[in-house]
């Protein structure tokens, strides 16, 4: 097994290095000047252009300017936004667990409702909730999520007005940031209703996030269930005489969260991608916006940084699901 | 002699395959309903000049932002309301389907072709070519695509080509990884033995005689990526990096309509719409497809 | 360690506060955008002047609320020398520096702040100049300061004289800009012993009318009043910037009373505000002009005749109404009419497509075909240049001249417009800095201007023209000055480098019970006067 995940870390060493290539050549490729952004209509005269491009050093050959980089990046320094000066890992921090809590609330939404949706629809194959629901999930599924962000902006901030319209919680509320998660951060400053705001601002943008997670698990849990259903062992322990119950609560639901655990995992890319629309849409603090905002302000250190860190966040992650399906799966246990 | 024999029974399981395909597709009602809208969607953007009731571009200054017909203050003559620079909004949405289904085309293509070369390329000659091949698929599969499609069009500048060719890039992978994963299955196998004691050469090898047999799994996926270009590049058009205006892509329209959401609710709602309808409509078809190519899915 | 120091920071001051509940008065503002930092002197944009400038600092001399004109500030009065080239600033004593959990000033503000505050900034080889690595200096730099003062020096602890290169005109509404704010010198120091220099960008320490609390970057900033502040004491205990980047969101927000004024509303939603019973509207004429500028040394364009006949053609009030949805005024001048030395004699273009189309035939032009460039990002002078790309389009169709419609990356359009022999006309625009004519006149058509690195997109040079700015500029005779400017924009008309194409109207919504908001023409956003009614 440890044999098993080096080889699977060694792996990533030349993965992770060709990110830093394309995140690097990218951003060199990319038109558009940051010197020149800065200066916006006024313009920037000769000289001082050089010289502002000497001081972030610009001026130098691509592959020197890469090799620092990388030189860079081993000592941890991920280097300075050009827009606000700072340390690139720092706003990163300070911005991650936004994303963090958005992404989790929508993972956890898609898989406490999309898990039991799946396995009553795969039990009650061809029934009328199967059929609403696989519609359903096939609708969430083709949804464009920054218009249904947009829609349920209207429908509850506007019309109902039961929920807010932006943000992470009231401005009333007021406390320190302990763990950067605002759920928690509330109930541990232990302001009344703090809790609740918190809530009630997360909620529609991680509806929103979630409804493609929900609709792909939906789909999967329901295929997995009616394939393992299939089986001969769950064939052979209803014949036993178990009650269906326990038939599919111990034996097929055990097996078929199998690939399903596997397609939850695999739901991070999506759900990074989705949180850049979710994250514009709902102006909510994250690591999502922050690129959007740092590519059209051409703040290199940002982008190329910025890059590196959620495509590692993704290897990482696809890297454990590997892991988990290695360790859950009978069947290669067996094998 | 045996050659020919060999090709007519060929047509004749061709034959049988697909009858057999069409009717595993029409047994799915969802399957057809979606293939009836998406001929309807093909049909509008072939005669969209026709069916439009007005020039998509043209401006109608005396009715900025007419609501539809039914609606209070709509007029008969734009019967899904007009945008901010009074455009009809019905003939914008006809034309928008061009742009969804010329994308879906071109990016599957690109990507299809793109994809299938590589693959064939890895699985068909394995060892180091394919895995240097395959560290690469690693890196383009480690961003999020959206991301990874939009600092391409940052790249490359804004547009709806460019859009199209960043998408189709990032959505490559999967198809080089599914074809080499087919290659790779189809390689050891005793017809493809038989044509390499034959004498083919590599390259009839690769394309006539491993490729038609792993073109399933490549089918259902290409559907996937028609429905999915069709989203993606409509989240472009909306962060401003798709097909720019006064182009009637209906990401860019919601775009533009965003700062209408209190005021006009036709401009933001329809273009939405739209793009809910026809993604709907590949995918119920991208299902039916499914089930009726795959095997191991037919027997539940 | 050094990266987290800003946050533990910002932690230990909303340690301090939570403990005390939130006071009576708090003055919620949507802004628009994060503050790229909480030095005003590094940055250039209106933002960041907001949420440091403005709200944390003060300068030597300041604007007059509501007004353009120069008053005093932190220097309570100065002399200037009878050639111009000497400033005395007699500073005002008993003014007392914010304190917060790290910081306490020792003394009280002094000339060593107001060196400190121009030198980290003049002069490279100061230890502060950059302090944080790629800082740099946009605003001193191309407002020319480095090229205009010679020297600054320490008369006494409370008198501080400048002495420039040259006369200058314009030197007060300069140093009356956020990005000359003072700064502590002692702050400096004590972040310097700390080793948390990069401190001085993110807890701000100034003589403003409200103390620095916290920022949770992309979310909210807030402050609370200066209780020991030398002016006018502000009448809101907290002052708090919830940041919303989306227009329509910071509507929804005002609405739902979680703000109480909001900049930039979206023009779409005007009617709409104007219409809901709980909030008012405040409108003036912006300090801007959003313009399409010929490249005037290609031909047809260089001829003031094909010019003047294109500027016929362009249906400029249904322009307005389209682009501005009606809120901004038809440009006939390059400066603004609430600016001094506005010529309010001069005749705007008539809007006449069959006169227009005979002057261009007239002038031998026939079958043209030219790019009309549309900015990819939205401005006050500009609020969607793509839709206006689209008029001139159809507009200039009418005369007979076909237009491709082209835009670039931000950027790349700065760079590129600014090529020379570029092909095409460029909607751009501009918004005033200070308040003089000067800074519109002279950085967008002076000679100096028409080379790279200017800003003199219409590549026009007419030495009648520059020789007027350059008069006017040194002239320290205020009516001399107007009628100088009044003469200049005389020229301008007769060669019409531009179409001229609007002044938009700045509104700021706000919540009916709120008092005391007097909105800058230069678009600042200031809070030490609002007050809320119940």
């Known amino acids: ?335 | 002699m045996t050659d020919t024999t060999v090709k007519i029974s060929d047509a004749a399981i061709r034959r049988r395959q697909i009858k057999e395909f069409w009717f595993y597709f029409s047994q799915n009602r969802g399957a057809v309903i979606g293939l009836v809208v998406f001929v309807l969607l093909v049909l509008t953007a072939l005669f969209a000049p026709l069916l439009a009731p007005h020039d998509p571009t043209q401006q109608y200054r005396d009715a900025l932002l007419a609501p539809p017909f039914w609606a209070e203050g709509g007029r008969a003559g734009f019967l899904l309301g007009t945008d901010a620079v009074g455009r009809d909004m019905l003939s914008r949405l006809i034309y928008g389907a061009q742009y969804s289904l010329f994308i879906g085309i071109v990016v599957v293509a690109i990507a299809l072709i793109g994809g299938i070369f590589i693959g064939l390329i890895a699985g068909f000659y394995g060892g180091w070519v394919d895995n240097v091949i395959m560290r690469v698929m690693d890196v383009v599969l480690a961003f999020p695509s959206l991301l990874l499609a939009l600092v391409l069009v940052a790249v490359l500048g804004p547009g709806l080509t460019n859009a199209m060719i960043a998408i189709a890039i990032v959505y490559q992978p999967h198809f080089a990884r599914l074809t080499r994963a087919a290659v790779m299955g189809e390689k050891a196998r005793e017809y493809v033995t038989a044509a390499k004691v034959a004498g083919a050469s590599n390259l009839r090898l690769m394309f006539k005689t491993i490729l038609p047999n792993c073109l399933a799994p490549l089918i259902v996926q290409a559907t996937l990526s028609f429905s999915s270009a069709v989203l993606d590049s409509a989240a472009l058009g909306f962060l401003g990096m798709g097909a720019q205006p006064p182009a009637s892509e209906w990401g860019t329209m919601l775009a533009e309509a965003r700062e209408f959401i209190l005021r006009a609710w036709w401009v933001v709602t329809f273009p939405g719409l739209a793009i809910l309808i026809s993604v709907l409509a590949i995918n119920l078809m991208g299902d039916g497809l499914r089930d009726a190519l795959d095997p191991k899915l037919k027997r539940s | 360690m050094s990266i987290f120091s800003p946050r533990i920071l910002a932690v230990s001051a909303l340690a301090l506060m939570a403990a005390t509940p939130l006071s009576a008065k708090t003055f919620v503002y949507c802004s628009e955008g994060s503050p790229e930092g909480f030095d005003p002197a590094p940055y250039t944009s209106g933002t960041t002047f907001d949420a440091s400038g403005h709200a944390v600092y003060n300068r030597l001399v300041q604007f007059k609320p509501g007004t353009t004109e120069i008053e005093p500030a932190l220097a309570e009065s100065w002399d200037v020398s009878e050639d111009g080239l000497t400033y005395t600033f007699h500073l005002r004593k008993g003014v007392k520096f914010h304190s917060n959990d790290k910081f306490t000033p020792s003394r009280d503000f002094d000339a060593d702040d107001v060196i400190f505050t121009f030198m980290r900034q003049a002069d490279a080889k100061d230890p502060w100049h950059e302090y944080i690595p790629g800082i740099t200096y946009e605003y001193y730099s191309s407002m020319e300061m480095d090229k205009l003062i010679k020297s600054i020096e320490k008369v006494d602890d409370n008198t501080v004289k400048f002495t420039l290169n040259h006369p200058e005109a314009p030197f007060l509404a300069n140093i009356a800009m956020p990005f000359v704010s003072i700064l502590s010198k002692e702050y400096a120091d004590t972040l310097d012993k700390a080793g948390t220099r990069e401190d001085l960008n993110n807890v701000p320490i100034g003589t403003g009318p409200f103390k620095f609390v916290a920022y949770q970057k992309d979310a909210v900033i807030r402050y609370q009043k200066n209780a020991d502040y030398w002016g006018p004491a502000p009448k809101i205990d907290d002052l708090v910037f919830a940041i919303t980047p989306d227009a329509s969101v910071r509507l929804q927000k005002l609405k739902a009373n979680e703000c109480q004024l909001m900049p930039y509303p979206s023009p779409a939603d005007i009617a709409d505000i104007k219409a809901d019973p709980n909030l008012k509207l405040d409108e003036q004429a912006g300090l801007n002009v959003g313009y399409l500028a010929y490249n005037t040394t290609v031909a047809p364009f260089d001829k003031p005749e094909v010019r003047k006949a294109l500027n016929m053609a362009i249906d400029k009030k249904a322009l307005v109404d389209a682009v501005y949805q009606g809120d901004a005024v038809v440009a006939k001048n390059p400066i603004p009419p609430t600016m001094w030395g506005y010529n309010d004699a001069i005749e705007a273009d008539k809007y006449d497509p069959a006169a227009a189309k005979a002057a261009l035939e007239a002038a031998g032009v026939k079958d043209l075909s030219m790019e009309v460039w549309a900015m990819p990002v939205q401005r006050p002078y500009m609020p969607n240049a793509r839709r206006a790309a689209e008029l001139i389009q159809s507009d200039f169709a009418k005369v007979g001249v076909k237009v491709d419609i082209v835009s670039y990356e931000w950027g790349e359009y700065l760079k590129k417009s600014m090529e020379e022999g570029r092909k095409g006309a460029v909607i751009l625009g501009w918004t005033g800095d200070n308040g003089d004519p000067d800074n519109f006149l002279s950085v967008l058509l002076s000679c100096a201007a028409a080379t790279p690195g200017g800003a003199n997109r219409a590549y026009w040079c007419n030495k009648d023209f520059s020789d007027l700015l350059a008069k006017a500029k040194a002239s320290s005779d205020h009516a001399e000055r107007v009628k100088l400017y009044e003469e200049a924009q005389v020229i301008f008309k007769k060669e019409e480098p531009w179409a001229t194409l609007a002044h938009s109207t700045q509104y700021v919504p706000m919540r009916k019970n709120v008092t005391g908001f007097v909105q800058s023409p230069l678009g600042d956003y200031t809070f030490e006067n609002v007050d809320l009614t119940e």
């Open chain 1, 1 to 335: 097994m440890l044999r098993f995940i080096l080889t699977k870390l060694l792996y990533l060493v030349p993965t992770m290095l060709g990110i830093t290539l394309v995140a690097f050549g990218f951003i060199r490729l990319l038109p558009g000047d940051p010197v020149l952004l800065m200066a916006g209509e006024r313009g920037v005269a000769p000289e001082r252009y050089a010289q502002i491009a000497a001081q972030l050093g610009f001026d130098k050959p691509v592959w020197q300017q890469y090799l620092l980089y990388l030189n860079n990046l081993l000592h941890g320094d991920l280097g300075n936004s050009l827009v606000t000066k700072k340390p690139v890992l720092s706003e990163f921090l300070t911005l991650f667990p936004a994303t963090v809590e958005l992404g989790l609330c929508a993972i956890i939404i898609a898989t406490a409702v999309g898990v039991p949706v799946g396995v009553i629809a795969a039990i009650k194959r061809g029934s009328w909730f199967d059929q609403i629901s696989m519609t359903g999930a096939l609708i969430g599924f083709s949804m464009p999520i920054f218009w249904w962000g947009l829609l349920l902006i209207i429908f509850f901030s506007g019309i109902l007005q039961w929920t807010p319209v932006s943000g992470r919680i009231s401005l009333m509320y007021f406390f320190p940031p302990v763990t950067g998660f605002m759920l928690i951060d509330s109930l541990i400053s232990g302001q009344a209703g703090a809790f609740k705001s918190a809530l009630s601002h997360l909620i529609l943008p991680s509806v929103v996030l979630a409804t493609i997670p929900l609709a792909v698990i939906a789909r999967q849990t329901r295929s997995a269930m009616l394939e393992v259903m299939g089986e001969d062992y769950v064939r052979t322990a209803r014949a036993k005489g178990l009650s269906p119950l326990r038939v599919i609560g111990v034996h097929a639901l055990r097996n078929a969260m199998i690939p399903v655990i596997t397609t939850i995992g695999l739901q991070i890319g999506v759900l990074l991608a989705g949180a850049i629309l979710t994250e514009t849409i709902f102006s909510w603090p994250g690591i999502g916006k922050w690129m959007i905002d740092s590519i059209s302000r051409r703040d290199y250190p940002v982008v190329q940084s910025g890059l590196l860190l959620i495509a590692a966040i993704v290897m990482i992650v696809n890297l454990i699901v590997d892991l988990t399906y290695g360790l859950i799966n009978p069947r290669i246990r067996h094998k």
